[in-house]
């Protein structure tokens, strides 16, 4: 049998509020692991050992060192919940960690807001930037955003009255669970406080007249977007995400990057959707990185040319070509680390990226389509229809 390493949820209110289990688990341990804040919460004779920064490249050797005795790890809340038990967990494997959890943060904020917990929006601050907060902010949405320090409701104030959603209520949470707790609600452009550093946010989304609608669906507007020109138009890029089927876990290339539009709109689908941007024109690659952090989404950016700037890339899921399809290798290297079942698209307008395209479908098959967008535009003192350029959409799944 494995050495058992057991985690123990501690909340604000410290070793009042645990379990008797919990307290008979860290009375009996011999290392006694856990923030500096965390340890000062619990009495014990055990040895006590502060978490070293940074920590994931610390922990296995700290581990190794404690092998052999019995050790006991303290963590805020619900451990398994953007905590040290996920990653314990991940490191010794699910047999080797026994878990007792406290409330979560985010169950205890949803029990003084009189939230249903199944029906929030619960994004982590802690060591991400403010940005992730971005696609969440939707109409009549309630947001939990756990915080990373006294600063983080200020920004997240900020960042609501920059979408136009300054009238939304706002909830900062200190020290749930503990004396010291507060609570207190504010509209978000009207916040203006002081907080402690150990505090959770909860936002009822109130999006003022006017301000822009920018859903997790594919085909946000083009104005969305920084360009130079180089971006797949709002019509083209909802059908070509479509194509590309984003499926939550996995991983897209982007080649050709431009603006980034595919790789960020493939990642608003879901939180752990990720995507890898390939740019050779290292100005498109600043702005590509300046759209993602606008629209909330992480993305790496590789600024080089494909094929040679695929190389030692994890192999994707889902590949977009939508610049330099024409380059010798491109399409060949794509499809080739390509997993399988994964899906290939390219879009081409130019007449040899069409020539190319043709090649291709006859040799693999999958679905040829053309797409024909006209828009409403002045004619003298009428309207008329003025057509942009069609683009040819060829997709395949190996």
């Given at each position: 049998m494995p050495e058992v390493l057991t985690v123990v949820g501690v909340g604000a209110d410290g070793w009042a509020g645990l379990s008797p289990r919990a307290r008979e688990v860290i009375a009996s341990a011999e290392v006694l692991?856990?923030?500096?804040?965390?340890?000062?919460?619990?009495?014990?004779?055990?040895?006590?050992?502060?978490?070293?920064?940074?920590?994931?490249?610390?922990?296995?050797?700290?581990?190794?060192?404690?092998?052999?005795?019995?050790?006991?790890?303290?963590?805020?809340?619900?451990?398994?919940?953007?905590?040290?038990?996920?990653?314990?967990?991940?490191?010794?494997?699910?047999?080797?960690?026994?878990?007792?959890?406290?409330?979560?943060?985010?169950?205890?904020?949803?029990?003084?807001?009189?939230?249903?917990?199944?029906?929030?929006?619960?994004?982590?601050?802690?060591?991400?930037?403010?940005?992730?907060?971005?696609?969440?902010?939707?109409?009549?949405?309630?947001?939990?955003?756990l915080s990373w320090g006294a600063n983080t409701p200020a920004e997240v104030a900020a960042a609501l009255v920059?979408?136009?959603?300054?009238?939304?209520?706002?909830?900062?949470?200190?020290?749930?669970?503990?004396?010291?707790?507060?609570?207190?609600?504010?509209?978000?452009?009207?916040?203006?406080?002081?907080?402690?550093?150990?505090?959770?946010?909860?936002?009822?989304?109130?999006?003022?007249?006017?301000?822009?609608?920018?859903?997790?669906?594919?085909?946000?507007?083009?104005?969305?977007y920084e360009s130079d020109g180089q971006l797949t138009k709002r019509e083209v890029r909802a059908v070509t995400v479509s194509r590309l089927a984003p499926v939550p876990g996995q991983l897209l290339w982007d080649v050709g990057g431009g603006a980034g539009s595919i790789a960020i709109e493939w990642s608003r689908h879901h939180p752990s959707c990720r995507a890898v941007a390939i740019e050779r024109d290292p100005d498109r690659a600043k702005r590509l990185d300046r759209n993602a952090a606008t629209l909330g989404v992480a993305i790496r950016t590789v600024v080089g040319a494909?094929?040679?700037?695929?190389?030692?890339?994890?192999?994707?899921?889902a590949v977009f070509v939508g610049g330099g399809a024409t380059v010798p290798g491109v399409i060949e290297t794509c499809w080739e680390l390509l997993r399988p079942g994964g899906r290939l698209v390219v879009n081409g307008v130019t007449l040899e990226t069409e020539a190319l395209i043709a090649q291709w479908y006859a040799k693999l098959g999958g679905d040829l389509v053309r797409l024909s967008v006209q828009r409403a535009s002045p004619v003298g003192g009428m309207t008329g229809w003025r057509p942009a350029m069609p683009v040819t959409i060829w997709s395949v799944t190996k």
């Amino acid at each position: 049998m494995p050495e058992v390493l057991t985690v123990v949820g501690v909340g604000a209110d410290g070793w009042a509020g645990l379990s008797p289990r919990a307290r008979e688990v860290i009375a009996s341990a011999e290392v006694l692991m856990g923030s500096t804040r965390q340890l000062a919460l619990v009495p014990s004779a055990a040895e006590r050992v502060s978490w070293p920064s940074p920590l994931s490249e610390s922990l296995p050797g700290l581990l190794a060192t404690y092998r052999g005795r019995r050790i006991c790890v303290l963590a805020s809340g619900d451990p398994t919940f953007h905590g040290i038990g996920t990653t314990l967990t991940r490191l010794l494997g699910p047999e080797a960690v026994r878990v007792i959890p406290h409330p979560s943060s985010v169950s205890l904020a949803c029990a003084r807001l009189g939230w249903p917990q199944d029906q929030v929006e619960v994004i982590s601050l802690v060591g991400h930037p403010l940005e992730l907060v971005q696609p969440h902010i939707q109409p009549g949405r309630r947001l939990v955003v756990l915080s990373w320090g006294a600063n983080t409701p200020a920004e997240v104030a900020a960042a609501l009255v920059a979408r136009g959603y300054g009238g939304s209520a706002f909830t900062v949470l200190e020290q749930l669970g503990s004396a010291n707790e507060r609570v207190r609600t504010t509209r978000a452009d009207e916040w203006n406080h002081e907080v402690d550093a150990l505090n959770v946010i909860g936002v009822q989304c109130e999006a003022e007249r006017g301000a822009d609608l920018l859903p997790t669906s594919p085909g946000l507007p083009d104005t969305a977007y920084e360009s130079d020109g180089q971006l797949t138009k709002r019509e083209v890029r909802a059908v070509t995400v479509s194509r590309l089927a984003p499926v939550p876990g996995q991983l897209l290339w982007d080649v050709g990057g431009g603006a980034g539009s595919i790789a960020i709109e493939w990642s608003r689908h879901h939180p752990s959707c990720r995507a890898v941007a390939i740019e050779r024109d290292p100005d498109r690659a600043k702005r590509l990185d300046r759209n993602a952090a606008t629209l909330g989404v992480a993305i790496r950016t590789v600024v080089g040319a494909a094929p040679s700037a695929l190389e030692g890339l994890e192999s994707p899921d889902a590949v977009f070509v939508g610049g330099g399809a024409t380059v010798p290798g491109v399409i060949e290297t794509c499809w080739e680390l390509l997993r399988p079942g994964g899906r290939l698209v390219v879009n081409g307008v130019t007449l040899e990226t069409e020539a190319l395209i043709a090649q291709w479908y006859a040799k693999l098959g999958g679905d040829l389509v053309r797409l024909s967008v006209q828009r409403a535009s002045p004619v003298g003192g009428m309207t008329g229809w003025r057509p942009a350029m069609p683009v040819t959409i060829w997709s395949v799944t190996k």
